[in-house]
């Protein structure tokens, strides 16, 4: 399962690289419905896409980039406020007698400024950084569909749902953020053959079992330790990640959402311990695979004709 991924967040190379529109249409309303909204989540990364507005829409959706980190901003500090309040309290209590409680809050309120503060600056930093591009499942993403014959990059969340299906499938069925290959023609059934993307990445994060990565049992008495491991393609490239994805309605509620096609994983990532890898189709494939024509058959040797680079690994910072 890749439950984690780095996106490509050059918005110059989506326009000149893929020769991709922008849906600045549907941003926007992905950026207004976080302000109506709480539990939108979009990379720092994205945000920067309209940092330096150059039309009319972009300048919208920066008012509403920066109305909304003016209210996270304001919620921090209000938090930052009572736990100093908090830390302060505990401190004067155990000048003169020493309390479970006091000790209680002095510790928590200590570890909540800090975590705080950290989240202030961070919100408030405008050096990039790699992790402002990660996607995790439930974290809208810049996904390629086509659109009139034109690729056209569109905001979509990270964790698809089926139309049709009701939204409770979020939580029933918490892993389709992937579509396993070998159920394309089941689950995946509606979308395969019919609403295909691509999601372009420059890294991947897995999960695996210490002792799996390690070629070995566990030791009596050891309990299983999770790692995340971080894949990068050598030699580096976009990734053209093979995705399906759909609109789902529901009375005046609405969600683009897509999930990213797994297989079984090449060897060097078998041997780092993990059984499923995300699909990487060829670039020169990508507008086939946008259009699919119904023919399974044909997008199946899309998938088989994939690009298959070396994928390195290291422990994930």
Same mark, same amino acid.
């Given at each position: 399962m890749c439950y984690s991924a780095q996106v490509l967040s050059n918005y110059d190379k989506y326009v000149r690289e893929w020769g991709a529109d922008i849906s600045v249409k549907q941003f926007f309303e992905l950026y207004f419905l976080r302000n109506q909204t709480a539990g939108i989540k979009i990379p720092k990364a994205i945000d920067a896409w309209f940092a330096h507005p150059r039309s009319d829409d972009e300048r919208q959706i920066k008012a509403l980039i920066d109305a909304y980190n003016a209210s996270q901003a304001s919620k921090l500090e209000q938090e930052l406020f =009572? *736990? %100093?309040? @908090?830390?302060?309290?505990?401190? !004067?209590? &155990?000048?003169? %007698?020493?309390?479970? =409680?006091? &000790?209680?809050? %002095? %510790? /928590?309120a200590t570890s909540k400024v800090e975590q705080g503060l950290a989240r202030l600056a961070d919100l408030r930093r405008s050096e990039p950084k790699? @992790?402002?591009a990660r996607i995790f499942p439930q974290v809208y993403a810049p996904v390629i569909v086509m659109r009139n014959g034109r690729r056209t990059v569109v905001p979509m969340r990270y964790q698809c749902r089926p139309h049709g299906k009701p939204a409770f499938y979020d939580v029933k069925f918490p892993g389709t953020?992937?579509? !396993?290959?070998?159920?394309?023609?089941?689950?995946? =059934?509606? *979308?395969?053959?019919?609403?295909?993307? /691509?999601?372009? +990445?420059?890294?991947?994060?897995?999960? +695996?079992s210490r002792h799996t990565?390690?070629?070995?049992?566990?030791?009596?008495?050891? =309990?299983?330790?999770?790692?995340?491991l971080e894949f @990068?393609?050598?030699?580096? *490239?976009?990734?053209? /990640?093979a995705c399906l994805w759909s609109h789902w309605t529901q009375g005046d509620a609405m969600l683009d959402s897509f999930a990213a /096609?797994?297989?079984?994983?090449?060897?060097? +990532?078998?041997a780092a311990g993990h059984d499923r890898c995300i699909i990487q189709i060829r670039p020169e494939n990508a507008d086939s695979w946008l259009q699919p024509s119904g023919d399974l058959a044909a997008q199946y040797a899309l998938l088989d004709d994939r690009a298959l680079p070396f994928y390195e690994h290291r422990k994930a910072a």
């Amino acid at each position: 399962m890749c439950y984690s991924a780095q996106v490509l967040s050059n918005y110059d190379k989506y326009v000149r690289e893929w020769g991709a529109d922008i849906s600045v249409k549907q941003f926007f309303e992905l950026y207004f419905l976080r302000n109506q909204t709480a539990g939108i989540k979009i990379p720092k990364a994205i945000d920067a896409w309209f940092a330096h507005p150059r039309s009319d829409d972009e300048r919208q959706i920066k008012a509403l980039i920066d109305a909304y980190n003016a209210s996270q901003a304001s919620k921090l500090e209000q938090e930052l406020f =009572k *736990q %100093r309040k @908090r830390l302060a309290d505990a401190e !004067r209590t &155990l000048q003169t %007698r020493t309390t479970k =409680k006091a &000790l209680d809050d %002095r %510790r /928590i309120a200590t570890s909540k400024v800090e975590q705080g503060l950290a989240r202030l600056a961070d919100l408030r930093r405008s050096e990039p950084k790699d @992790r402002d591009a990660r996607i995790f499942p439930q974290v809208y993403a810049p996904v390629i569909v086509m659109r009139n014959g034109r690729r056209t990059v569109v905001p979509m969340r990270y964790q698809c749902r089926p139309h049709g299906k009701p939204a409770f499938y979020d939580v029933k069925f918490p892993g389709t953020y992937n579509a !396993r290959r070998d159920n394309l023609e089941g689950f995946w =059934k509606p *979308q395969f053959g019919h609403d295909h993307a /691509i999601l372009l +990445v420059n890294a991947f994060y897995e999960n +695996v079992s210490r002792h799996t990565m390690e070629h070995r049992e566990l030791a009596d008495g050891e =309990k299983e330790e999770n790692v995340v491991l971080e894949f @990068r393609p050598k030699p580096e *490239q976009d990734m053209v /990640i093979a995705c399906l994805w759909s609109h789902w309605t529901q009375g005046d509620a609405m969600l683009d959402s897509f999930a990213a /096609i797994t297989d079984d994983p090449p060897a060097e +990532v078998a041997a780092a311990g993990h059984d499923r890898c995300i699909i990487q189709i060829r670039p020169e494939n990508a507008d086939s695979w946008l259009q699919p024509s119904g023919d399974l058959a044909a997008q199946y040797a899309l998938l088989d004709d994939r690009a298959l680079p070396f994928y390195e690994h290291r422990k994930a910072a």
